[in-house]
């Protein structure tokens, strides 16, 4: 059974930095891309960053230069270190799991960032 926890969410001022974590279990975790995605009220779930399963980090224009993704294959964590938030970074983010780009077929329930102006 897969399993993605998403922690480090929280209340933020802008200017802050905040660190995402996402531990998985039960998947082969060095074979699966990992990715971000964040869905603010009223609005659709957007891509953030995602790290390829062969190492390659890309990112939503919206936060490049601004957050990094990074995997620890031994510890089957990917996080997301958030810097220069925005409010408009408010959202809840989620942890996905996809298997040879078959689709993001696993979730996490998410985890609440407000970042206040």
């Known amino acids: 059974q897969v399993q993605l926890v998403e922690s480090g969410g929280g209340l933020v001022q802008a200017g802050d930095s905040l660190r995402l974590s996402c531990a998985a279990s039960?998947?082969?975790?060095?074979?699966?891309?990992m990715a971000w995605f964040r869905q603010a009220p009223g609005k659709e779930r957007d891509f953030v960053a995602r790290?390829?399963?062969?190492?390659?980090?890309t990112y939503a224009d919206s936060v490049k230069g601004r957050f990094t993704i990074s995997r620890d294959i031994s510890k089957n964590t990917v996080s997301l270190q958030m810097n220069s938030l925005l409010p408009e970074d408010t959202a809840v983010y989620y942890c996905?799991?996809?298997?040879?780009?078959?689709?993001?077929?696993?979730w996490g329930q998410g985890t609440q960032v407000t970042v206040s102006s």
């Open positions: 790290m390829h399963w062969f190492g390659r980090a």
């Open positions: 996905a799991a996809d298997d040879s780009g078959r689709g993001y077929a696993y």
């Open positions: 039960g998947l082969t975790f060095s074979r699966y891309t």
